[in-house]
């Protein structure tokens, strides 16, 4: 079950978006795509705007893919590769914050450079300074540094390693595929992991369910600080858990106490289908992502099933259902 604290974030946080899109309560019926609309606005707002995308393309999978696309993958993620480069427009911005001197001057001496992600300025900076970032220090890049899009990859599980070589020649012919069933996404690359395809789905379940859980099953210093992101299995015997991490202080205070070992055997206790499986907890900080935002991605991709209904009007079904409730409400 939703925690209030939640269903009321989620609340406020609908109420705030269809403010932004000018939303007005109609009694006539709204039309798929106006839902969807509304949707994908909502998505984008809180940064998780291709998570619709591969919704879609899953209910799309078994009906619209060529059969040996379909039955040798399945659709795991969308990720950007995203660009930012350090210039005096920026310098300027923080100075006018009135960070300190020797922030200042370290980001000075990255001027021209590029970096790929937050995680690499951070890293970066903090070489500079020869000390962690403030969580001030964060915050404030993480609001001033705009990361442009640069390529949009689309990542699929495949049954083994030959299934993935077949896509690698033919990665132009379904890219051209997937623009025309998806003609609003731009994708730019297709990325194959090699692995169990049913495990993969239940591996999104399992997280699903300790990401819904989690200000429950963890103290408040875990579940206030770090996130569960995805499952990476080493073997079919062999899971760990990355924990997305709020800050860079976080992610040192989450090491020293209560630590990952500690960790991983209380969720021994609170999940014991986790036992045989979770054998290691790593965590990756990710201050330019919001918990929640965490949160909804990992419990939506889990609550997606296996299933071959290809009625779009269906397509928002399986989203978390305090969203699509406070949606459904919202459209009346």
């Known amino acids: 079950m939703v925690s209030l604290s939640y269903q009321n974030q989620d ?5 705030k978006f269809l403010r932004q899109i000018h939303y007005q309560n109609s009694s006539k019926n709204l039309t798929y795509g106006n839902a969807l609309s509304i949707l994908h606005t909502i998505f984008k ?3 998780q705007q291709y998570l619709l995308y591969i919704v879609k393309l899953r209910k799309l999978w078994f009906a619209e893919i060529d059969k040996f696309l379909a039955r040798n993958a399945y659709p795991r993620n969308i990720s950007v590769v995203s660009q930012f480069t350090v210039n005096a427009d920026f310098i300027n911005k923080l100075l006018q914050a009135g960070v300190a001197a020797d922030f200042l001057l370290s980001v000075e001496k990255l001027k021209g450079e590029s970096f790929k992600g937050s995680t690499q300025l951070n890293w970066k900076l903090q070489k500079k300074l020869k000390r962690l970032l403030s969580s001030e220090e964060t915050d404030l890049l ?3 540094a705009k990361f442009k899009p640069q390529q949009i990859i689309l990542h699929l599980t495949v049954y083994d390693g030959s299934i993935s070589q077949a896509l690698r020649f033919e990665k132009e012919a379904y890219l051209r595929m997937f623009q025309r069933l998806l003609p609003e996404l731009k994708l730019n690359d297709i990325h194959c992991h090699v692995g169990d395809l049913g495990q993969a789905q239940y591996d999104q379940i399992q997280v699903a369910s300790l990401a819904n859980n989690w200000n429950i099953i963890t103290p408040e210093k875990v579940h206030q600080n770090c996130m569960p992101a995805f499952l990476h299995r080493v073997s079919r015997a ?3 858990l990355v924990l997305y991490v709020s800050s860079e202080e976080s992610l040192v205070s989450l090491k020293r106490t209560p630590g990952a070992e500690w960790l991983v055997q209380h969720l021994h206790k609170q999940r014991s289908e986790l036992n045989d499986v979770l054998q290691k907890i790593v ?3 990710r201050p330019e992502l919001d918990l929640e935002q965490v ?3 990992s419990y939506a991709l889990g609550k997606i099933p296996l299933e071959k209904s290809t009625k779009k009007t269906k397509i928002v079904s399986h989203l978390p259902a305090h969203i699509l409730n406070l949606v459904g409400a919202s459209l009346l």
């Not at 609340?11 to 109420?15: E, G, M, P, Q, T």
Request: glycine share 4%; no cysteine.
């Open 11 to 15: 609340r406020n946080l609908l109420a």
């Open 45 to 47: 707002a809180s940064g």
């Open 142 to 144: 993480k609001h001033k």
């Open 238 to 240: 062999h899971a760990v």
């Open 283 to 285: 965590f990756v900080p």
């Open 295 to 297: 949160r909804l991605r």
